[in-house]
């Protein structure tokens, strides 16, 4: 009994062990593997932690930069809302991001999506104010709204408005391409100073709009006072670049009383090369009347420049069969030129005209013309002048001169003015030699003029008869002169003067006419004559220097004189022989003339 319960109590030790030994064998098999596998899962998600830490560190760096970079205020508040990740700015808002600079009543950044919105504020009445101001670099634009995208540069703009060389631009909404490139849609192109309701304008319906560059549109319409005329064009190209390039010029459009509705200023601008360009203008009224305009600009880096400028208008008044209808043609021709005097220093050209019509500035419709139309002289000259180096130098000139009174009509001009000078010689010493004695110090100078003039009036201008009463001559001159001591102390200046005078045309005044009781005619007797005259002159003179001393003592020591006594004696004869008489009345009185009196 003893050792059965003995046995038994061994079995249940043993047992229990067993046991025991069993569940911590199996408790630390458990522990194991959970360690092991919480281990593994630690190991994996430091891993996927790893891998995601870079694309998490980046979004919120991004996102810290661009708001580091993103200027903002308001003058009525400003909102952050970390959770959405928007900034709202109402009242005068201002948001400045590298070259992009936008002003707005309100403005909605959201740097989540890198996006901006801007719009107007609205009072209690329903009044919209403070409309964006969008710049980017150069270029300007005024919508109602806007939503600009940082990271793609797009945006949407809603009724822009924008300036591009003297052109604005309308369009009810715009998609932004890029920085260069604008895509409009129902825009508006105009030259009118009246932005809020433009007079005139073109109507485009798509267009591809590059700032500072061009226009490039589908269909346009030109439209007066919001009314479509039949003005129709199946694409249009409006530049807009500060360069020179090719293109249309858009007119001024407006009404006169007299002649109805008008186009002004409208054409085309071509430019073929940078030596020279080339604009073509017209004018229009609904009357008939018309005008057209064609200038130039041409340049020569570093040898000339010029402008040229042919204006014409034909003017029409009044109705065609009724009283006080007219018909005119009014012209003016402009030309400017000048030579860089580096480029021929021995040769120069130079040109300055203004010469028309008269009453051209004054009945001019072109409201270019306005502020000449109180200009009462129209005057040009063209000259060109060369000389020829060497010894002796000449110096020889051609010039054309034209005065032009609008009030009388009177034109005078002198076509041409031909002149020289030769420069002065010493013909008994060589060239740099030692000038002593009377004949050395011997020195002579030769020049010459000529003139053909010609007055004419308005109406004869540029026609045959104005040449009929022109007058021609010309002038030679050699001034001779010498100088040279007698008795050391005498100073002796000799000289004269030598003219010759030709002339085309010649007066012949005609006795009193007695029967008719009236002073005699004068008669212009056309043909080739001369006639010379002459004068001579001689000086004698010296030089006495004098000096008188006071006392010792006295606050003026010594006073220096000079006395410089001269003769001159200067002949010029009367040359008698180039005179006539005739009888200036009925008592018989006689007076003296000579036939070269207006040579």
Known sequence: M?????????????AEFNLNFNRQHINNILRYLITLFLLISTQLTFSQQEENKSEISIDTLEEKLLLDKVRRKAKGYIRINNKEKKIFLFDKAELYYQNIELKAGVIEFDWGKNIVSAGRLIDSLGNYSQSPIFKQGMDEINPDSLRYNFDSKKALIWNSRSEQSDMNVFSEATKKESDSIYFLKEA?????????????????????????????????????????TPIFLPFAFFPLSQDRNSGFIFPTIGQNNNRGYFFQNGGYYFAPSDFYD???????????????????????????????????????????????????????????????????????????????????FRESLNQINTPNFLNNTLNSSISYSKTFSGYPSLNLSLTASHSQNTRTKTVNLVLPTFQGNLERIYPFVKKNAQKKGILKNINLQY?????????????????????????????????????????????VSMGGNLDEIWTGATVLRNNYNINENQIGEVENIKGFDRFSQYNFGMSIGTTIYGLFNFKEGKNIQSIRHVIRPSINYNIRPSFEKYYDTYIVDADGNTADYTRFEDS
Do not use: C
């Open 188 to 228: 508006k192109v105009t030259t009118s100073k009246n932005l809020d309701d433009p007079e005139y304008y073109i109507r485009v319906r798509s267009a591809k709009f590059i700032p500072n560059n061009k226009i490039i549109a589908g269909p346009s319409n030109l439209y007066i006072y919001d009314v479509p």
């Open 278 to 360: 080339l604009t073509l203008l017209g004018d229009y009224y609904t009357n008939g009347s018309y005008g057209m305009r064609v200038e130039s600009n041409y340049r020569k880096r570093y040898s000339f420049n010029g402008r040229l400028s042919f204006r014409f208008e034909n003017l029409i008044d009044g109705e065609r069969g009724l009283p006080g209808y007219s018909k005119s043609d009014i012209y003016n021709i402009r030309w400017t030129h000048s030579q860089d005097p580096k480029s021929n220093p021995n040769s120069r050209f130079s040109a300055s005209v203004n010469l028309g019509s008269s009453n051209y």
């Open 447 to 491: 020049s010459f003029r000529g003139e053909n003039r010609i007055n004419t009036t308005d109406s004869l201008f540029l026609k045959k008869d104005m040449f009929k009463d022109a007058k021609y001559g010309m002038k030679h001159s050699i001034p001779i002169s010498t100088n040279f001591k007698v008795l050391k102390h005498f100073s």
């Open 2 to 14: 003893n050792s059965s319960l003995i046995k038994l109590s061994l079995i249940l030790n043993f």
